[in-house]
């Protein structure tokens, strides 16, 4: 997937230097990766709170619980590699419970 440079940053782009192509390249593989996590939290999440509304195990709502922790986990990372340092944004706008917020980061026994 290929993105134009904002007009604010296009003065940096020089159209015959290799690095700026470069750099050009590797900032819409992190928008890109970004929104692949993005997705995932929204599947996480939507998995989450329809298994949350009918009858489930309680092994496997620790379960959804764990693997929406991780996507989201991943997606805050990815986040700062993009350089969004502020993620309260993302809890309000994907609508991530605070059962999977005090999950994150945690290393789980295999």
């Not at 939290?41 to 929406?68: G, Y």
Request: with cysteine; glycine share 6%.
């Amino acid at each position: 997937m290929t993105v134009r440079p904002p007009q604010s940053l296009s003065s940096s782009f020089k159209r015959g230097s290799g690095l700026n192509l470069l750099e050009y390249e590797l900032m819409s593989e992190r928008a890109d990766a970004l929104g692949r996590h993005g997705l995932k939290v929204e599947k996480a999440i939507a998995a989450l709170s329809v298994l949350a509304d009918a009858a489930t195990t309680p092994e496997r709502r620790e379960q959804l619980l764990n693997d929406a922790a991780d996507a989201v986990w991943a997606f805050f990372i990815q986040r700062e590699i993009c350089g969004l340092r502020s993620n309260r944004d993302a809890v309000q706008r994907y609508g991530i419970p605070k059962e999977v917020m005090a999950r994150l980061g945690i290393i789980r026994k295999a």
